[in-house]
């Protein structure tokens, strides 16, 4: 059966305030620290504390079974700790647990990587001095901002000491390849986890969305979906922004029943009255791993 990667990315810009063209020279304060706060303070409320009271609760109930892997990047630790620090630590007993994996990125959520190689990683050791700050963890898979990844980056990585680099896994990029198998840098020792994006955005994009010809998405559509990978890939890989559980789908959506019944309960999706077990699995802990001598996936972010 193929393993099920779960990766979500959480991050909080620092926001700028309206500075009007009287305040050159004049006003410093640059940032809109009222509704850093206000934002910060909701999302935590709606999604954070609720997403990781759960994830413990099915962490517990599975002996460590279920595992899942985060990118927090360092503004938002920042805005945590000072505007939620109950939300912080509901991520660090996540983290206690042995059964949740912190990724490096960029501290600031930037695209030092595509500009300037020496910012690129005072940006990463910084991030991954936080983590071991906050998480008591040494990341070794690297997150780039939106997944941005080509071979040049993926060397940067490499120097850093990673040991895999998640990519998109978009069908412009990766063409006749399947995203659901471990990839590899075409001359360095540095895997690559690529995006399954056509089940990560059923969740993070279409749950909700009536008109979409598959609404309703129930556990057993998307246990079906999920188990077609069997025997044509060793791992789903399923990226997507945290805020998907509570934010961006309300929770009146049924998106936290989903998450419970369908990607959490004790390890397994079920289908009508069988159980069919499905391994989860942290980044750290890939699977097949295959050999591509010239790989080179083309950069990709949705907001450029």
């Not at 901002?145 to 120097?159: M, P, W």
């Not at 850093?160 to 998640?166: D, I, R």
């Not at 979409?212 to 079906?224: C, I, R, S």
């Amino acid at each position: 059966m193929p393993s099920i990667c779960f990766y979500f990315q959480v991050h909080q810009p620092y926001r700028i305030k309206k500075y009007r063209n009287d305040d050159i020279g004049v006003d410093h304060d640059y940032f809109d620290d009222k509704n850093n706060r206000a934002i910060l303070q909701k999302v935590a409320h709606k999604c954070y504390i609720p997403m990781n009271r759960l994830l413990l609760e099915k962490i517990r109930q599975t002996d460590g079974r279920f595992k899942v892997s985060f990118s927090i990047t360092g503004t938002a630790i920042e805005q945590l700790e000072e505007y939620c620090p109950e939300a912080l630590a509901s991520f660090v007993e996540l983290a206690e647990t042995g059964s949740v994996e912190f990724l490096a990125e960029t501290y600031y959520h930037s695209l030092a990587s595509l500009y300037s190689p020496s910012e690129f990683k005072r940006q990463v050791e910084m991030h991954t001095a936080m983590i071991q700050r906050y998480f008591g963890q040494t990341p070794t898979i690297f997150r780039n901002t939106e997944l941005v990844y080509n071979n040049q980056i993926g060397d940067l990585v490499s120097d850093l000491g990673f040991k895999a680099v998640l990519a998109e896994g978009a069908d412009d990029i990766l063409t006749w390849r399947s995203p659901n198998f471990v990839y590899q840098h075409p001359h360095r020792n540095l895997k690559i986890l690529t995006k399954n994006y056509k089940l990560s955005d059923d969740i993070a994009f279409r749950f909700s969305n009536q008109q979409w010809n598959e609404w309703p998405l129930t556990t057993e559509k998307f246990a079906q979906w999920v188990h077609r990978v069997n025997g044509n890939g060793d791992v789903v890989n399923l990226f997507m922004d945290y805020e998907t559980f509570g934010e961006h789908q309300w929770a009146d959506t049924g998106i936290l029943i989903l998450c419970e019944h369908c990607l959490i309960r004790y390890g397994v999706i079920q289908i009508g009255l069988s159980k069919l077990p499905l391994k989860f699995s942290t980044q750290s802990r890939p699977l097949r791993l295959c050999l591509l001598s010239e790989l080179f996936l083309g950069l990709i972010w949705s907001e450029i």
